[in-house]
Structures are given as C-alpha cells and as structure tokens.
C-alpha cells in the first residue's frame, strides 16, 4: 500500500539497521514531547546459525574427518547480508541531510500521533533486525506433512529510525519466512533489497521522503519536494530505477515469485534449499511493464493466468492487463471512463468478468493546500462505482460502470458469475468512516457484504454478512473467481491490531443472518495478522472446500514471544493443532502465501 525515513539521530551521527525501540504503549493518543531516546535491543539468531552467501545454487558440503587433507584456504567473498562499509559521506549529503533534519523538526514535525513515529511503530510494530535461517521449536502438536513448502509474509520495517513524520505505509519491505519440511520449521527475516533500499543502506541514512506521510500540506510539500530534487540532482539516486518499498504482498505466478508494493515493479525474490530469502531483483517483464502495478493481483489456478491493474494520478487512472500463464505480459488496456484519480487498492475477477471499486478516496490537492492535510483523502460527495469489464477485453468498449453508494473497499475477498455470467456475485469488506482509512485505522469498521450486480436489470443488491469488524480476509485459492462458501477473516480490536481470526459461511447471507461459523481468539495481548489457507489435499477434485488449515504468525505482547500458529480450518473453533516457537519476535505486517515445495523447485 505504498504507492501514494530520515533517522531519529542527528545527521552527522552514524544511523545503524534497527532492531527494536524504546516501547511505547500503542493506546497512547499524544505524543509529549518531540525529543525521543531510543535503545538498541540486540536479537540475535541460535548460536549455531551462521549467514550464508547467496548463490544461485546450492550444494551440501560433506563433513571432513580428521584423515582427510584440508584444503587450501579461498579468499572470502564477503555476503551482501553482512554489514558493509559505507563510504563517508560527501558535503552535498550532509547539506542535505541537514536540511532535511530542519524539515523534519522546524517546518514539518510529526505533531499528529498518527504520523508520529513513537505512536505508529510502537509494541510489536516495532521494527526488527535481519535474521538468517534459524531452526525453530515446535511447542505444541505436530506440524502436518502437507505444510511442505514455505509461509512468507510482508511488511513495513523501516531500516532506519524516521525522525519527521511516519505512516505504517512508509516502511521498507521485509519478508518473514517459514520454511516447513518433514515437520521442522526455519525462520528467515530479510529485507527485500529494492533500489531504495540498497541506496539508502549504502549512503547510511534515508534519502527518498517517506510517500504517506512526508507530504501533508503545501509547506511540507514544497519543501520535501525541493529537497528530494536536490538530491536527484546531486546524483544520491534516479528514480529511473523506481522507488518503491514492495513491502505489502506476494505472488507467484509464471514460475517466479514476487515481493509487491503498488508504487513500483514487482522485485522477483527466491529461497535457498536452507530457507534463506534472495532477492533477484526488480522485475519488468521483458521490457512490458514500464510503471506500477496493483500488489493484489488475481491468480486463476485453473488457467494459470494472472489479472493486475495499476492506477495513478494522470489518465489513463486505471489500466488493466494480465499475465499468461508463463509469465509474458498481454498489452494493457487503459480505462477511460475512470474519470477522476481513484485509491483502487484491489479488484476481483470472475471466469468472464473483471471487477474494479471506484471508491471515495482519492487525490485530494485542495485538503493538502488548504486544510495541511495528505494528498491522498476522502471525499464525501463522491458516489462509489464499481466497474466490470471482460475478463480478456482488448479495449474498455464493454466497460460498464454501475452506482453503489457508500461502497468503499480496500480488498476483495472473492467474486464469482452467476445465471449464466448475466450476474457477477462479490464478498467484499466495506469501509465505514472511509475518511479515516489512512490515518485514524483505529476508527474504521469494515462490515464485509456480499454484493450482486444484475447486468441485465442493471441493478445492484446488497447484504451484510457479518456485523464484526473483519478484513484481511482470505478464500481456499482454488476458488478463485469460482462460486466459494467460506471465508477466514481477521478480526480487527481495533485495526490494525488483529486478536482473531473468523470462519464466514457465505452461503447463510441469502438467510438474513451472521454468517460466523467458526472463531478463534488469540487470547489477551496477544494478536496476529492476516490469516491464510493451505489446503489439505491441493490435488484432489473431490477434496471439500474448507478441507485444510489457517495459519498466521501471533504475538503475545505480554511475554515478548511470537508463535507460528497452525489451526483446523473445518474444526468449529479452529482448534489449533501446531504452534511453533519462533526464536524472535515477528512484526505487524500486511499479506503473506503459502507457497508449496513443488512451486519451490520450480523458481526461475
């Protein structure tokens, strides 16, 4: 969700990778002062684990006896995981840098708690160092022999500490793998190494503006901006080579598997036979994808197809293309009847349709100008739209827009045809008090609905399905854009911590009723993340829909510890049936998927 971190020590001291701040409970609503000390807190992997040099294959070594000659010692290559030199700064980088510390504590401070960065990356939102592949415990159950493959999950953590303002949104991608073999589990940290990332990390301290936060209000604005063109002209980056963070989702798709944020290119990743995480580099598909595209893009299993859009803020503000089933990209097609720049997150697909939200939050220059607000707002006169075009349109000709108001979504969950692709079916979570999306999470209620269109009448009916507040909802993937009956929702105490997860039975909505059929509390102190299924038996036709398990990383905030949890996704209280103890905590983070040991094998 980055598509729309100056350190918190001076700049003439030298910014170190963070491990952990000072704790501040995340219930506090104002800051007391500006002035933040900050305290490192090493965690460090088992003992016997020690960092590996990335290499495109790997092999074992075989263990030495004491009769076998030794071998003449080879000149070391040095990791690109260990800590590296970094050249000492020139006299334009510190100008700048100082003038971005007068940015970030005379004319643009983090006054607001929301962007005040010792509220928002508080408790376990607290960013973690790098961990290389450490064995885990596992300290409850047995880990089933079809979790063969490896859990990986993105999120924000910033590299270095920001001084000025900060959103969640902001932080560099870091995925959190576990790779699970014969019943034993690996955990592996790594940041994803995007162009800003590895620019920033090589100069020592932050120098591409944080994007959500960095630019409420026309001062801020200008003078972010003066100073992020001075830095282009003084040669510290090109934005040519993309500036995003991809630290939101994943996707595998054509034999690769990449780590996404919707401001920038896919960065294709990869895992070593030990379960470290690779990063190949930013990905542009043979030259065919020049821009951004969605971090949620839509995977048919029967086909083998991925559908993807981007958006931006000059037309075409919505252009959607896909990806055959070996990877190659199709020619877009640019939508033109979104008229106005819309915040379009994530879409659904049906087997005939694709189906996009034109939602209320989009630019919103006059906010920024006027009110020193973000760019980016709600705006309440707007009618939310959703739009469906052919799943394989060459042009948007049969693009038909139809009014639904006060529909904001941020994710879809599912969407399906009926009556012969003359209806399109979509379970989505709706976002009450959408003004507050962006900054006061605590505030916003997503009511999940299923929606009907009726593309003859042109009418759209819609239910709730469940009053709890629920998102980050996830289906059993081979049901995509297939008719599917269940759902596993996170449940938000209040976004963006999550203290459970759901089981929905979509199929009790037509009954006027809530549609929970299944819960699991993690208990007090204790949250997660986004839920997701791995099925059972992937191979087998004959298989039930929700014959599998629901798994997720929680946190206990009350011990410290993070667990790896396992749970029976047909049981009716999603018994947990393995916990994993890792051996440091796991952050807050986005979305993750469970890619199988088979997919493994096969990364190009």
Not at 111 to 130: I, T, W
Not at 217 to 233: D, E, H, K, M, Y
Not at 257 to 266: I, N
């Amino acid at each position: 969700m980055d598509s729309f971190s100056s350190s918190f020590f001076s700049s003439v001291l030298p910014p170190k990778l963070l491990t952990s701040l000072a704790i501040i409970p995340h219930k506090s609503t104002k800051p007391t002062s500006f002035s933040v000390s900050s305290v490192r807190i090493e965690e460090k992997p088992a003992a016997n684990q020690d960092l590996k040099t990335p290499t495109t294959t790997t092999t074992s070594t075989p263990t030495r006896t004491a009769s076998q000659p030794q071998p003449k010692p080879q000149p070391r290559t040095q990791s690109p995981y260990l800590p590296k030199k970094r050249a000492e700064p020139t006299i334009p980088t510190i100008i700048l840098n100082a003038c971005d510390d007068i940015i970030n504590n005379f004319i643009d401070p983090p006054l607001k708690y929301y962007v005040d960065p010792r509220h928002v990356l508080s408790d376990n939102f607290a960013p973690v160092d790098e961990l290389p592949p450490t064995e885990c415990e596992v300290v409850q159950g047995s880990l089933p022999s079809c979790l063969d493959g490896a859990y990986i999950r993105n999120g924000p953590n910033p590299q270095y500490l920001p001084r000025g303002p900060y959103h969640l949104f902001d932080g560099d991608g870091m995925l959190h793998s576990i790779k699970i073999s014969r019943g034993r589990a690996t955990l592996c940290s790594r940041y994803v190494r995007t162009y800003k990332y590895t620019i920033e990390n090589e100069a020592g301290s932050p120098i591409l503006p944080n994007v959500f936060s960095g630019f409420n209000g026309l001062t801020a604005s200008a003078a972010r901006g003066a100073l992020s063109a001075a830095r282009l002209l003084a040669g510290q980056f090109n934005p040519v080579n993309g500036i995003g963070l991809a630290n939101t989702n994943l996707a595998f798709f054509g034999n690769r598997l990449y780590a996404l944020g919707e401001s920038d290119l896919p960065y294709a990743i990869r895992l070593t036979p030990n379960g470290d995480i690779e990063t190949i580099g930013r990905h542009d598909f043979d030259g065919k994808l020049a821009m951004s595209m969605t971090a949620h893009p839509k995977l048919d299993s029967d086909t083998g197809e991925a559908f993807a859009f981007r958006y931006g803020p000059v037309p075409p503000f919505l252009t959607y293309f896909r990806f055959a089933a070996n990877g190659k990209k199709q020619p877009n097609v640019p939508i033109f009847s979104m008229t106005r720049p819309s915040f379009l997150h994530d879409f659904a697909i049906t087997k005939k349709y694709a189906v996009f939200a034109d939602i209320q939050i989009g630019m919103n220059p006059m906010e920024m100008i006027f009110g020193g607000g973000s760019p980016v707002g709600a705006d309440p006169a707007k009618v939310c739209r959703i739009g469906i075009i052919p799943r394989y349109a060459t042009d948007e000709s049969q693009m038909r827009w139809f009014e639904v108001p006060g529909f904001n979504i941020i994710h879809a969950i599912n969407a399906w045809d009926e009556e012969d692709g003359n209806a399109v079916v979509m379970v989505a979570p709706n976002i009450l008090s959408v003004e507050h999306t962006l900054d006061r999470t605590d505030l916003v209620h997503a009511l999940v609905e299923k929606v009907r269109i009726d593309l003859r009448a042109g009418i759209v009916t819609r239910r709730p399905i469940s009053a709890r507040n629920l998102d980050f909802a996830v289906i059993n993937p081979a049901y995509m854009a297939k008719k599917s009956r269940y759902v596993y929702a996170a449940v938000g105490d209040p976004m963006p911590k999550i203290s459970g997860v759901v089981k929905l039975d979509v199929s009790k909505g037509d009954e006027r009723r809530d549609c929970i059929v299944a819960t699991r509390i993690y208990g007090p102190g204790c949250y997660g993340g986004e839920p997701f299924f791995v099925a059972r038996d992937p191979e087998n036709p004959e298989t039930e829909e929700d014959d599998g398990y629901v798994v997720s990383y929680v946190h206990d905030e009350n011990t410290g510890e993070s667990k790896f949890l396992v749970m029976d996704a047909k049981s009716p209280h999603l018994d947990i049936v393995a916990a994993v103890k890792l051996p440091r905590r796991v952050p807050y983070g986005f979305h993750g998927l469970f890619v199988r040991q088979a997919d493994l094998d096969k990364l190009l």
